[in-house]
């Protein structure tokens, strides 16, 4: 079983490349860096405000919302 910290540094990894795909794609939505973003989620997991199996959930939420809209 994985640590909160490897767990952590392998969900930032993943958050950072899907971030850079998005910030190339220069979506005026989103307007934040990709660094910024994942120095805030990294801050939060941190702070212990939120966990990486939150994260994880929060981001699984954003991608089906995501793929709802774009089919309808």
Same mark, same amino acid.
């Given at each position: 079983?994985?640590? *909160?910290?490897?767990?952590?540094?392998?969900?930032?990894?993943?958050?950072?490349?899907?971030?850079?795909?998005?910030?190339?794609?220069?979506?005026?939505?989103? *307007?934040?860096?990709?660094?910024?973003?994942?120095?805030? &989620?990294?801050?939060? &997991?941190?702070?212990?405000?939120?966990?990486?199996?939150?994260?994880?959930m929060? *981001?699984?939420?954003?991608?089906?919302?995501?793929?709802?809209?774009? *089919?309808?």
């Amino acid at each position: 079983m994985e640590n *909160k910290k490897e767990k952590t540094e392998k969900l930032l990894m993943e958050l950072r490349e899907e971030l850079y795909m998005l910030e190339h794609q220069n979506k005026e939505r989103y *307007k934040w860096s990709a660094s910024t973003l994942l120095g805030v &989620i990294a801050l939060l &997991i941190d702070k212990g405000v939120v966990t990486p199996e939150e994260v994880e959930m929060y *981001k699984t939420k954003a991608e089906m919302q995501t793929f709802h809209t774009q *089919k309808d």
